[in-house]
């Protein structure tokens, strides 16, 4: 369109002809008579070529319409009174409305040529012509198209009118009608209003202006948001300048909140569309706060979705979201700008329903962004930001919402529950979940199992596990649903070989639900479904291969634990046999099938104890497990006449005795454990033994109400062992290999039978029985206590056989592996029961008392105990002691063991074993060799923790016994244990390495947390005990070890010792572990109770003034933060006692500490995440201060002075230590970069390699010596590169960032790169002075990292050298120092083969070539005058001296050095450094 603002002097109108007017007013000399000036107008029109007819039709116009327009433009310009006189004529003739609408009209349907039309492109009188049209425009107001649907567009005069202003080739004065279409627009009614807005592109042009019009718009939108919808598609179409764009973006932004609902996806289409690089943050934040489009009333949308067809809510948000997908599709900009503004979004309330629908979108619309919309998606779930409760408001009443965007969720369900993290999986399952229950056709809930099935034959443990954990919560809750969707998962059973134990007890779960309600539906449904798992079942347990058989174990009692459900009524046909008689069936099945094999026998009874835990079984399956336990007396009881053996035989040549007698001469019978270990063909029946008495335990629980009253004797039994004769030297050495192998047997089943004894018994302590009395109790408890005394004694013998005759511990469980296991791959055939005791004199005849007693223990009960369900995960032991899992129990736990007495209690090593010396073994040190084989005891379950609240007073001489303290010990490690099970380091073990025993389910966190709370008094208690016992030393009660031992029935061993500071100082050990782990576990955070309660059994006296005067505000007593400066403050007085005993104590003090340090930290983070600011300044305060009082401690401790008796074996093996506290030390410093520069330049090059008689420790470091002197080389090193690394961060982000910097911010930047490169180049020349090659290799790795990172800052140098150009030149040259040391290193290194170095040499070559060649274009591209030399080295050693006989000259002749001192030639030849 053109605009005519200056027309030729031709067109130009009169002087007397005003713009302003509507149109003109006729001169006097123009006759009066309307109709006079009507003939006139007629006449110019027929001489122009138009006929103005009067009949109905419109006016013919010529058929050249150009020709037409000049004819007029030439007569009406060049005379005034006829352009006056013509436009009087027209103005009379349109008034009336018929001759109006001709003239409007065109002859021609669809094509805009009518009389007005063409009048309008006539200069001279366009601007009067459209003010008379827009002054006529409203007399056709009443027309409404809402009550007139039939009326037709050449009928409407009102969007008639609108139609001649569009698309004119020129505007002659466009702002002066652009003024008066806003004045009529204003005053327009709704419909006419929209169309002239929707028109105004066409009608106004492109004029470099619009700011008037944007302005009324904005006006008129705010009094009525209904126009919304063509003001936006004005707004696309209208010619804007950049801050016209910005007002209008900013308009569209206000209106998101009022707008309605159908209007949106307009509103959003626009926005996104007209994002820039420099608003679309600003756009998509404001959709993300103000959109609400789903799951703002789910109860509505549910019940939307009852009635038929879509509802206009629906449409509207279906809209929406195909608005938001085809914007994001148009412009890929905006994708990435979603995702930075979703991935920085840190508090879990910043987090919308939106999000999740801008990433699911994002992720629908193609591969680019999926695997970033994953990873960030990933991040939020796990990060708690995306939780269940967004996603149920996104798919939960929205079915047709998520109807087209299916396959993205279920896409990205498979991608959490494929990933590592349980958070991520557990949510994947949750949308799995939702899928399903939302979705009820067949072909959407295939599509989800489909997607299971697949990760169930993924073979990752984890993605199986959380795939038939889905499929399991399915079948519990919609088993009739999958019934008829069966053939689909049907197939999980023909793989079963590859499934871990846990794994397939989810699968016969699935198949149990299944199976289970098919017994009631539909025979064609049921039948099969039935059929075919009891089948497979049946075929397994009677399987020949063990592998085999386990999985029939598991799926037959899996099956029992559903039909034999008392809670689960069912409906049979008469033909079918109950659900209670299929179920014994299944189990003598079972039975039979694995009598001769122990170790599925074994699974049996496990499995059926954890049945019978967890579920109360139909009365018909109880009585035939009460029968079956009967048996438990005949097997491995004996009777006893007056508490004594009735005779003294020897087995396989091996005296024995009893051991360990409570009840003394009033007990009945004793445990027949040598007995039965010497039988060839009935040892294996001991490796039942326990999982058998787990189950009749069980039992008798169930029947009695509780209470273990029927079989009480069994705690207080004396066991028949080898004599104590056997472990003396000269007994242990006259044994043959086969006896030491049967009292290794005998040691080994004792100890597992007192941990069930323990496992069985603390349930009666454990809780509240009323059948039980307060009597019976008191002295369950104290058998409990020496019961736990037998087994400490036990297990140390057991340590010691070992190490004396190594052999492999037979399994007593089955732990979770799977099925192809090596555990279960030789069968080891077990004789008839009937047969077994043929061997044994004593069991010839039985007396009517044992006939007795077996009815005694033979009752039954009905009671659950759901706290058998945990298993300590022992097999991480096995890694500490291979090197391969490092933590805090691991780094003190060779030197604890002997922490003052090591060289007289220490445990023997193999040699000593051998030999007639005396062979001494501590009760309290960890048995290193049996901790190899713990995974195959059986686990202590949790009630067994209640132990270290008793303590026995009685027959003591002092109030709280250190004789006790090893008791409380084992208990300690066992807890320790279940720790590092609930908190497994992932990077080194893999999954299967966290097993449990078959037949027991894991507990979770918040249980264990929720139990071990009544413990944790208790365990300050025991901590405080050992920290007095401690400081008192092995001068008191030293016989009080042994008198407690006689007591409890332990043998007489001479060689049985026992060490106070040792085992108070491994007590200490322990709880501090325990204490830290339990602190930094992430559900502690999580549970402020379980956190209080924690920090609060740590709590001194009173907290020293000095620790909260520096915080403001002061932290309330009873407060978090308070509470943690608590905790901090007691183990810091642990930490200044234990540096007068023990360095390992101190250490393990220290690394405590710390752990408060990080939790306190993660506490902060989380009250930050949720919002909870309101203590978050006085906790920032105690965090600070904690900091800084923990860089103080780390100081204390190394700058302490330790005596050998103190170091425990001096420096040996404690390299990892003292990098750790090095570490605290230096991070937690006021300033680190000073710190680093101190040590390393002033400090570590004072020390030696070579040792002195008097020690030199004038540098204050005791802890630094010869023997640390590479941890301390290494660390430093560590630490410089951290710094740089955080600095080289900072440079980059100053260069990006377009704002000024202040020119100090420059000077302190490159001031701390100075001090990096000062520690690097004192670091590597100490070199010079150390010639053990490990110095040399780090020099060289580090060196070589140091100058990598460096190389990001030559773009910051290169930016500021005109400012700075001395400083910078100063620190290049000083950093040559260290590539020159680092060149003849690696020069020396290849001539030597030094292989140590060698592996290093590539990587680091390469950084200091790329150095090289940055400094060169550094200088040269900035004329500051600076010279720059580059050539070939000389060769020389690290002293400086040349070498002359150049035995390395082919690798010499490529060592390339620069040099900044030297004069440039810049027609010197540049020789370019091939190796670095």
């Not at 003109?24 to 110019?44: A, F, L, N, R």
């Not at 049996?604 to 336990?629: C, G, M």
């Not at 580059?1430 to 040099?1459: F, P, R, T």
Request: glycine share 4%.
């Amino acid at each position: 369109m053109v605009f005519l603002h200056q027309q030729k002097s031709s067109l130009k109108r009169d002087s007397s002809s005003s713009s302003k007017s509507t149109f003109p007013v006729p001169p006097s000399k123009i006759p009066k008579s309307v109709d006079s000036e009507i003939e006139k107008m007629v006449s110019i029109l027929a001489d122009a070529g138009c006929t103005l007819m009067y009949h109905s039709g419109p006016p013919c116009l010529p058929s050249d319409p150009n020709k037409f327009r000049r004819h007029l433009t030439n007569l009406l310009s060049h005379d005034s009174s006829l352009r006056s006189h013509f436009l009087v004529g027209f103005s009379s003739y349109v008034q009336s409305p018929k001759n109006f609408t001709r003239v409007l009209s065109s002859l021609s349907p669809g094509r805009s040529d009518s009389l007005v039309r063409q009048l309008l492109l006539v200069p001279c009188i366009q601007l009067d012509l459209m003010h008379m049209l827009l002054e006529k425009l409203p007399e056709y107001f009443d027309v409404n198209p809402e009550t007139h649907t039939s009326l037709s567009f050449e009928e409407d005069v009102g969007r008639l009118i609108i139609s001649q202003f569009r698309w004119l080739d020129f505007l002659v004065d466009p702002k002066s009608f652009t003024e008066k279409l806003m004045e009529v627009l204003c005053i327009c009614p709704l419909h006419l209003k929209k169309e002239i807005i929707g028109s105004l592109p066409e009608i106004i042009g492109d004029q470099s202006n619009n700011k008037s019009v944007i302005d009324s718009l904005q006006q008129m939108l705010s009094e009525d948001s209904a126009i919304i919808v063509p003001v936006l598609d004005s707004f696309s179409n209208l010619n804007l300048d950049d801050e016209l764009q910005e007002q209008v973006v900013t308009i569209a932004l206000s209106c998101i909140r009022t707008i309605d609902a159908e209007h949106m996806p307009y509103l959003l289409r626009f926005l996104l569309l007209s994002a820039t690089q420099s608003n679309v943050r600003r756009i998509i934040s404001h959709i993300r706060q103000h959109l609400k489009f789903v799951g703002v009333s789910n109860s509505r949308a549910s019940q939307q979705n009852k009635l038929k067809g879509k509802s206009l809510v629906d449409n509207s948000e279906a809209s929406i979201l195909d608005a938001l997908r085809s914007s994001l599709r148009f412009k890929n900009m905006l994708c990435q700008e979603i995702l930075k503004e979703i991935d920085g979004l840190k508090k879990p309330q910043d987090h919308k329903v939106i999000d999740i629908w801008l990433l699911v979108l994002m992720y629908m619309n193609g591969d680019p962004l999926r695997k970033s919309v994953s990873k960030i998606f990933k991040k939020k779930v796990i990060e708690d930001c995306i939780h269940n409760v967004m996603l149920d408001q996104c798919i939960h009443g929205n079915k047709e919402l998520v109807q087209d965007h299916f396959p993205s969720f279920l896409s990205l369900s498979e991608y959490l529950l494929a990933c590592k993290e349980q958070k991520a999986r557990e949510f994947g399952i949750h949308v799995y979940t939702c899928l399903f229950e939302e979705f009820t056709d067949t072909y959407s809930r295939q599509e989800v199992l489909g997607a299971l099935i697949t990760h169930v034959g993924s073979g990752v443990s984890f993605e199986v596990s959380s795939a038939l954990e889905t499929m399991a919560l399915l079948a519990s809750e919609y088993a009739r649903e999958l019934i008829p969707l069966s053939s689909h998962i049907n197939g999980i059973l023909d793989y079963l070989e590859g499934y871990s134990a846990q794994n397939l007890h989810k699968v016969y779960e699935v198949f149990s639900c299944l199976a289970l309600s098919a017994r009631t539906s539909a025979p064609c449904y049921g039948t099969s479904i039935a059929n075919e798992l009891l089948m497979v079942v049946r075929k397994q347990v009677s399987h020949s291969e063990l592998k085999y058989k386990k999985m029939g174990l598991i799926g037959a009692l899996k099956i029992v634990s559903y039909l034999g459900d008392a809670s689960i009524v069912t409906s049979t046909s008469p033909s079918q046999k109950s659900n209670a008689e299929e179920a014994v069936e299944l189990l003598k099945t079972s039975l039979n099938c694995c009598k001769q094999l122990y170790l599925p026998l074994t699974l049996f009874y496990d499995e059926l104890t954890a049945i019978l835990n967890s579920r109360t079984l139909q009365p018909e399956i109880i009585e035939w497990i009460v029968k079956h336990v009967g048996e438990f007396e005949s097997i491995y009881l004996s009777d006893l006449e007056g508490g004594q053996l009735s005779s003294k035989d020897s087995f396989c040549g091996i005296e024995g005795e009893l051991w360990m007698n409570l009840d003394g001469d009033i007990s009945p019978i004793c445990l027949n454990i040598l007995p039965l270990a010497s039988s060839s063909s009935q040892s294996a029946s001991l490796q039942v033994l326990h999982a058998n008495f787990l189950l009749l335990s069980t039992v008798e629980r169930l029947t009695n109400q509780g209470s273990l009253g029927g079989i009480d004797a069994l705690l207080g039994c004396p066991l028949h062992l080898p004599s104590s004769k056997c472990f003396s030297v000269a007994g242990w050495q006259s044994l043959t290999e086969k006896q030491k192998q049967i009292v290794t047997l005998s040691l080994y089943h004792a100890a597992n039978w007192i941990r069930e004894l323990l496992n069985a018994f603390c349930t009666q302590v454990a809780g509240r029985l009323e059948c039980i009395s307060q009597t019976t109790k008191q002295e369950i408890i104290a058998k409990l206590l020496k019961r736990v005394r037998n087994l400490v004694v036990l297990e140390s013998l057991l340590n010691y056989a070992i190490k004396c005759c190594p052999q492999s511990l037979p399994d007593v469980h089955l732990h979770v592996e799977k099925c192809g296991s090596s555990l279960l791959s030789k069968p080891n055939n077990m004789g008839h029961m009937e047969k077994k005791n043929e061997h044994i004199k004593t069991y010839d005849s039985a007396s009517q008392d044992k006939k007795r007693r077996h009815k005694k223990i033979s009752k039954a009960s009905t009671i659950s105990d759901t706290n058998c369900k945990l298993r300590q995960p022992t097999i991480l032991d096995v890694l500490r002691k291979s090197g391969n899992l490092t933590s805090q129990g691991v780094l003190t736990e060779d030197a604890l063991s002997t922490v003052s007495n090591s060289s007289k209690f220490g445990s023997v090593d193999e040699t000593s074993c051998g030999s007639n010396e005396p062979v001494i073994v501590e009760v309290s040190a960890l048995a290193k060799v049996l901790e190899t084989q713990r995974f195959k005891f059986r686990p202590l379950l949790f009630p067994c923790l209640s132990i270290l609240t008793f303590s026995k007073n009685q027959d003591s001489c002092c109030s709280d016994p250190a004789a006790e303290l090893p008791l409380y010990l084992y208990l300690l490690r066992d807890l320790h244990y279940k720790l590092d099970y609930f908190s497994p380091p992932s990077k080194l073990l893999s999954p299967r390495f966290f097993s449990i025993p078959a037949g027991f389910t894991r507990m979770t966190v918040e249980k264990f947390l929720s139990e071990v709370k009544s413990v944790l008094p208790y365990l300050r208690k025991h901590f405080d005990s050992a920290v007095t016992l401690l400081k008192e030393g092995d001068e008191t009660c030293e016989d009080h070890w042994k008198v407690q031992s006689a007591i409890t029935g332990n043998p007489d061993i001479p060689n049985l010792m026992f060490s106070k500071s040792s085992v108070s100082s491994l007590v200490i050990k322990e709880v501090l572990n325990c204490f830290s782990k339990m602190l930094n576990l992430p559900e502690a955070q999580k549970d402020k109770s379980v956190l209080s309660d924690l920090l609060q059994s740590f709590q001194p006296i009173e907290i020293p003034a000095s620790v909260i005067s520096d915080i403001q505000p002061i932290p309330l007593p009873g407060t978090i933060d308070y509470l943690y400066l608590g905790a901090f403050s007691f183990l810091e007085g642990v930490l200044n006692i234990a540096c007068s005993f023990s360095f390992m104590l101190a250490s393990e003090s220290l690394l405590t500490l710390e752990s408060i340090v990080i939790s306190l930290q993660k506490f902060l983070d989380t009250l930050e995440g949720n919002g909870k600011s309101t203590h978050s300044k006085s906790i920032e305060g105690s965090l600070h201060v904690l900091h800084k009082r923990l860089g103080t401690s780390a100081q204390n401790l190394l700058q302490c002075k330790w005596d050998n008796e103190s170091l425990e074996n001096g420096w040996k093996n404690k390299g990892d230590i003292v990098q750790k506290i090095l570490w605290i030390y230096l991070e937690h410093s006021k300033s680190t970069c000073d710190l680093l520069h101190e040590l390393a330049c002033s400090i570590l090059p004072q020390v030696t390699l070579h040792r002195t008689i008097i020690e030199d420790n004038h540098h204050g470091f005791p802890t630094l010596c010869p023997a640390t002197l590479f941890v301390w080389y290494r660390v430093l090193h560590e630490v410089n590169l951290s710094i740089l690394n955080k600095l080289m961060k900072e440079v980059v982000h100053l260069e990006r960032c377009k704002t000024a910097v202040r020119p100090e911010t420059i000077q302190s930047h490159l001031m701390k790169m100075h001090k990096c490169v000062n520690v690097v180049v004192s670091l590597v020349s100490m070199c010079r002075n150390h010639e053990k090659v490990t110095v040399h290799g780090m020099a060289v790795k580090y060196g070589g990292k140091f100058v990598d990172f460096f190389l990001k800052s030559f773009d910051f140098l290169q930016a500021h050298f005109q400012t700075h150009n001395e400083t910078i030149i100063q620190l290049l040259k000083e950093l040559q120092k260290a590539t020159r040391t680092i060149q003849i290193l690696c020069s020396e290194a290849k001539g030597l083969k030094q292989t140590v170095i060698t592996s290093k040499i590539p990587a680091t070559k390469r950084s200091m070539e790329r150095f090289l060649f940055r400094v060169k274009a550094l200088l040269h591209t900035k004329s500051s005058g600076c010279t720059f030399w580059m050539g070939n080295l000389k060769h020389k050693d690290l002293m400086g001296q040349v070498v002359s006989s150049q035995a390395y000259v082919d690798h010499l002749s490529n060592n390339v050095e620069e040099d900044l001192e030297g004069a440039v030639h810049e027609d010197q030849p540049i020789s370019p450094a091939s190796e670095h």
